[in-house]
């Protein structure tokens, strides 16, 4: 089977991507490994920017849709000491330009606005051959192929098609993330739910940082960050078996944190999910190739600084808009769109005068926030 343009993946950066060239009539595929839109979770709370998220869906037509699903009041921004104590907080007046919405949902929505059928699901890549003239044979696991005249890997870190175009491969960024939830916060676990309040609340430190942020009802999702080698971890078993005594190890990290804090830890009722942090080279980029293209983290993977999800619906968006402006030149289309994601992607996010009460700002995700804060004074 041929067809003009196949994406592989079906995250957010690849629906995204379908959704613009089904807006402006350009067939496309997208192939995806999972079995279905429900195979596995989709994460938690996103905020879509309006500087690039959601500048990707207007340009998919889908903004009402986004507005429908967006949580209010989870704007709200919150930075603690270790001892609980809050030492600043925006509230969430409607007007902030990040509102947060459940990933699962923004998925749903773009899947929802595309024809049926656009999405193969339990379609896993083996192996992908050039033909010739930008032209791609592309074999999946259950032993059927497809050739197309545009192949766009919107695959992940682990991208099956960025070694046509690239010899770059993602390498452990030097920090983990152990995640967990708890239930019904605002009645069983009423301290912890007060400290997190209303929307999301960070608690930074020199190599360790907590981060939670209240989903829809009062599940409260949080991020255990650590800045350990991957050996450290892989002494930790994360199973089910012994999820306990991992927990109790990364508890140790946090012994002198406000119990309020540690129970994000210790009275998580989902077993802890280690997730390590890849990252690709800064400014990484290729010579053009023709018929192949990437977005998204196949592109540009970094430690989570929130904006990942971001740029891949910016890069779909701008990826789909090229090949519609330039109809009959591919190579054209895939010039412009890899120039503009170059230059976007290697924008190193920096702050200045960003240490508030001795916080490392050199922690990710307390660098995003001390940000936001400094923005809005």
Not at 216 to 223: M, N, P, Q, V
Not at 298 to 325: I, K
Request: aromatic share 6%; hydrophobic share 40%.
């Amino acid at each position: 089977m041929h067809t003009p343009v196949t994406i592989t993946g079906a995250g957010l950066g690849g629906l995204t991507l379908a959704r613009v060239l089904h807006v402006h009539g350009i067939p496309v595929t997208v192939y995806e490994a999972e079995s279905s839109p429900s195979a596995r979770t989709q994460g938690g709370m996103l905020d879509i920017h309006d500087y690039n998220g959601q500048l990707a869906l207007k340009a998919a037509g889908l903004m009402d849709e986004f507005h429908a699903i967006v949580i209010e009041g989870r704007q709200t921004m919150r930075l603690v000491e270790q001892d609980g104590t809050v030492l600043h907080e925006m509230a969430d007046d409607g007007t902030g330009g990040r509102p947060e919405v459940q990933r699962g949902e923004l998925r749903r929505i773009l899947l929802d606005s595309l024809p049926a059928g656009t999405v193969r699901w339990g379609r896993k890549v083996s192996g992908i051959r050039a033909l010739g003239e930008g032209r791609h044979e592309v074999t999946f696991a259950d032993g059927g192929t497809v050739v197309t005249s545009l192949l766009v890997g919107a695959d992940g870190a682990w991208s099956r098609v960025r070694p046509l175009l690239s010899d770059a491969v993602p390498e452990y960024a030097g920090t983990s993330f152990v995640e967990t939830c708890l239930f019904d916060a605002d009645t069983r676990h009423t301290g912890t739910a007060m400290v997190v309040g209303g929307g999301s609340m960070i608690a930074p430190s020199p190599g360790k940082e907590i981060f939670a942020h209240r989903e829809s009802g009062d599940t409260l999702h949080a991020y255990v960050a650590l800045s350990r080698p991957q050996d450290w971890f892989a002494a930790l078993d994360f199973t089910d078996a012994d999820a306990d005594a991992a927990v109790a190890r990364i508890a140790q990290e946090f012994e002198v944190w406000a119990p309020e804090l540690t129970a994000l830890i210790t009275d998580a009722d989902i077993p802890p999910v280690l997730r390590p942090h890849y990252a690709l080279p800064a400014g990484h980029r290729w010579d053009r190739a023709p018929g192949a293209t990437l977005l998204g983290d196949a592109v540009h993977l970094a430690a989570p600084n929130g904006e990942g999800a971001n740029l891949a619906m910016l890069d779909g968006a701008e990826l789909g808009e090229a090949l519609a402006a330039h109809p009959d030149d591919i190579e054209a289309a895939l010039t412009e769109y890899e120039q503009a994601m170059f230059a976007r992607s290697t924008e190193a996010v920096t702050f200045e005068g960003t240490e508030v009460h001795g916080i490392d700002s050199e922690n990710s995700t307390a660098r995003t926030m001390l940000k936001m804060i400094n923005e809005q004074g």
